[in-house]
């Protein structure tokens, strides 16, 4: 395998009195996709939100494509080409696909001292980039409110893959979509990674995890418990890593294993 | 994966008749057309078509169609301004105050006045986004401060709240006629000359026709629809209004400058004010504490007749247009066609139920919200 | 989209109800003789409802079609434009005042120069009135009414007052406490408030002043809008009968207060006189021809607690 695209070395991170992360340390490969999963509080958001820039780590180091990093704020992040999706998304219901896909950066046409937003050609990629993706849309104008939680989803991930992300930061995608949904953004993870994208995937459902992930890292109460690779590790260890261990065995037992 | 896939069975074909309908200006579009055909048949014989007629209603929507401007872009871009009348009130007793009272040259009050105006709509601004504070609130402090200052400045100075003379402090000035003259006088003349629009019977303008040119409040009202419809859905800019109105967190996290584009529509909004200010002194020639009393409300009311969304991220700059032109043509058609004058705001009512009840609905075809 | 659309309809049905009734009623008498009274009060000012009644009765009485019309808000500006309104529908008479004279005096000049005719009332001066055209003045003026209740103040022994203005955008009201300053022979100075129109506010602007300047003899109020809830301010403070009050203008609480002596004379322009009367003139001089040869004068007069019962009687609603 090659060099990691990016290295998290010993991250803490504390507000505080509250330690947040207590020196959390992960890799990330190009096109691989690489689960983080926990369960709630356990620091995954303090975690991606250190990677993507929006908050400095109070100790450790960020090694990205070799260099040490030190983000300002998330737009160097986001130039340097570390996108995140937020589970909240950023994409605005009341506006088309097209005007969505290319907000904040807007391609534009020079009329003499005007400069135009270049509809054509924001529509004709929008289109095509959807296409790409698995979806098809009624038309470019179509407003991002018509659309499903996964296909938005899709929408949000494929404008940050067409503006250059090198590391793809999915934050809890899955978490509120049905079955089927579910499939076409796993689908869609598929594709990214296949690209040479490394996707880092945030999750609290080891099924979801297990569907396409690479390798696994759970966190717990702001440690790390251990990377897996695919194929080291089965469902019911992750899932008992995740929750803790022992009390979790436990209650998984009165409920006949079905968690 | 195969389109059949995707394709979701329950989503019906729209056709194209309703995909064109289903835009923030159809509650304009159908309201204007209401409008016209209502007045058509029961004023018709008053004089409200004829020359001088149709130049009342089209100047009233014009003043309005200014106003309405400013405020649609900056409703889209999430924010009200309420101090818009006031605004109107100051910047004409300031044109008064300093080109009158004080005798600067016309085209530098106006300079001064512009300058003055647009930065209290930047300082509206940049306190609604530093605090986070409701615009509303801001800007109806604004409506109190600018009001005060409004009676204040005139009767410290001149002891009264109307000051004249400003058409003849403008006489001759390069830059006053921007706002105040009129365009196409010859055309005019010649249709008063074959008859097609009356003439003076009588005085010292006997033989001029009674309508003797477009003011250039219409040049400015139809230049600024223009501008702003451009700069909405033809510009880049325009992106970032409908974004930062849309969802001002998710537009910040795409890049855009969502402080800066909020400003930008506050300075905006004030120089239609002023430029609303400026026309009218200049045609009135006097600059009196009250005006624009309650013009904020208008703006809005024209706006949200337009189809934008009083919540922001959506609209129409010709849907507000529109908007204006219903108001102006309700308020004076009501006149011609004999109404008893209070009932104006009955039908005020009416029409803003019956618009915005209609744009709730395009838009829930529009955005899927069920 | 059907549903919507069937919705507008009946909404317009709605809307065109009262406007259908309206129209008719304004047809009804069968004559052609078409006046507009034009007014520069705003919706909230009770005052002009006596104008109101005096036009429609004229309306009645001369059988001519009679329409009231003014700016909700009291926009002169918005009042310029009614008058262009009414220019053209082509009526056969306007009626106006002249409440600024820059900003109207166009719009009422180009009336006059189609052929319509024009009288001025209530605002403005006769010689503003002869400037715009008009075929004559009907009012009282303002700064001559002032002075003769200033002289008569004087004669009582006021020696210092407050002029309450509710209308402080409107130059010729201003002019009754200018000529009350000068019938006293005192500078007029900061002793006139903008009281604002809202009755709360004029009340402790009021209170407020006179606390602050308790060496006031006498107050002056321009009209029952800041009559009225002067009254109560007097009242609460427990100097009504002591302190010199005068007013412009009547209505019910001014009369109940004269009749009270907490008010000691109210100058009655006769508003009544100003609408009905133009309709009258205007009436008569496009069917016979004929017009008097001057203004018309409606007031000053004075009222006081004698030879109250008529205007008691009708105070609010022709007085």
Redesign the interface.
Known sequence: MADPIIQMKNIEKHFGSVIALAGVSVDVFPGECHCLLGDNGAGKSTFIKTMSGVHKPTAGEIVFEGKPLDFGDPRDAIAAGIATVHQHLGMIPLMSVARNFFMGNEPVKKFGPFKAFDHEYANKVAMAEMKQMGINLRGPDQAVGTLSGGERQTVAIARAVHFGAKVLILDEPTSALGVRQTANVLATIDKVRKQGIAVVFITHNVRHAMAVGDRFTVLNRGQTLGTAARGEITPEALQDLMAGGQEMAQLEGSLGGTV | ?S?V????ERIKE?SRL?QA?IRPELGGM?GTV?VFV?FAL?AFD???F?A??V???S??SAQFMIIAVGACLLMIAGEFDLSVGSMIGFAGMMVAIFGVTFGVPMWLTIIITFVVCVGFGALNGYIVVKTGLPSFIVTLATLFILRGFT?FFP?TIE????I????EAAEGDWLAPLFGAKIGKPVFQWLGDIGVI?T???????GEP?VDGIPMLMVWAIGLVIFGHWLL????F???I??AG??A???R????PVNAVKIKMFMFTAFCATVFAVC?VME???A???????KEFEAIIAVVIGGA?LTG??GSVIGAALGALIFGVVQ?GL?????????????LG??LL?AV??NT?I?RI????R | MKSTMSKLFATAAIVAAPFAATTALADGHGDDLTYILVSHAPDSDSWWNTVKNGIALAGEQMGVNVEYRNPPTGDLADMARIIEQAAASQPDGIITTLADFDVLSGPVADAVDQGIDVIIMNSGTPEQAREVGALMYVGQPEYDAGYAAGLRAKDDGVGSFVCVNHAISNVTVAERCVGFADGLGIELGDSMIDSGQDPAEVKNRVIAYLNANPETDAILTIGPTSADPTILAVEEMGIAGDIYFGTFDLGDNIVQAIKDGTIQWGIDQQPFLQSYLPVVVLANYDRYGVLPGNNINSGPGFVTADALEKVEEFAGEFR
């Open positions: 994966m389109d896939q995707n394709t979701d729209t309703r309908l159908v209401a209502f029961f008053s004089g409200m004829n001088q007629g130049m009342n209603w100047v009233v009676i009767q002891r009264k709240t109307i004249g003379g400003i058409r009356d003076f019977q009588r005085g010292n303008r006997l009674v859905t033809r510009s880049r325009g992106n970032w409908f974004a849309g969802d967190d998710a537009a996290n795409s890049g855009v009218q009135f020639g006097s009196g504490a009250d005006r624009g009393l309650l969304l991220g959506y004076q006149f011609f066609a004999g109404v008893e004058s209070s009932l104006f705001r009955v039908f009416v029409i019956a009840i209609l609905y838009r529009i955005t899927g919200e």
